[in-house]
């Protein structure tokens, strides 16, 4: 009997762009590879930045189970609202240093088992203050230990804050997976003692684009230091991934990354 367990995660989902590809690639996926669970990260679920309830329904009807975010989280200010209702299936960075509504992390119950998923911000190259991310996961795995697999998605601009957050959690969570720079890294493994890492699993959205905005834009922006309006760019779409695979005992065997190009 294949005992084994498969969890997908998937990199920043922007914009329409970014829901058509999730809609176009999703199914097709779930169904290749068996997934037990699916979670994303969902920061620009609206359109650029910020989410929007319906958008995020949208989603999990597509087959999204769980949403991590991000920096970008509160941008579409409906959303401070909504995210505190009950059974919202998102969670926000833990380590926010002003206080806001919803959780940063949450225990969520699942045919595979009590998966704890976290949320934190990196310190470096970010504008919003947090609490350091190193002092706060321990906080948190210090209070929680009924779980089966714990699963952090390390929202950070620095390949180094990331990588030490790997070492730092390495034998004591599942995965520790990164996002926030849109570009998917090539040093997926599992570390020594047994932890899944990746630094980060990139983005669902256009694929010819600056981080998913139109690159004349940004272009630009380098060029004469005058930033244009932000515009998601469209045409050919990227969806990128991991999948985790673990056995009957939580252990994870394998940390794959599966990337789309769709036309
Ligand atoms: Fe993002
Ligand atoms: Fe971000």
Redesign the pocket.
Known sequence: MDQEKKILFIG?IIGEVGRNVVRDVLPKLKKQYQTDFVIA?G??LSERVGIEVDKLHEMKDAGIDFFTT???VWREKSFEKEIAKKGMPIIRPANFLAKYPGHGFRTITTPIGRILLINLLGKEG?KEKVVNPFKKIDTILKNQKDFDIAICDF?AEMTSEKVAMGYHLDGRITAVLG??T?VPTADERILPLGTAFISDVGMVGPLNSVLGVKSEIIIERFLSGSAGKFEIADGVGVFNSVLLTLDKNNKVTKIKRIDKITK
Request: hydrophobic share 10%; charged share 15%.
């Open positions: 920043d990260n920061e620009h991000g920096n970008h970010i929202h996002t926030h849109h």
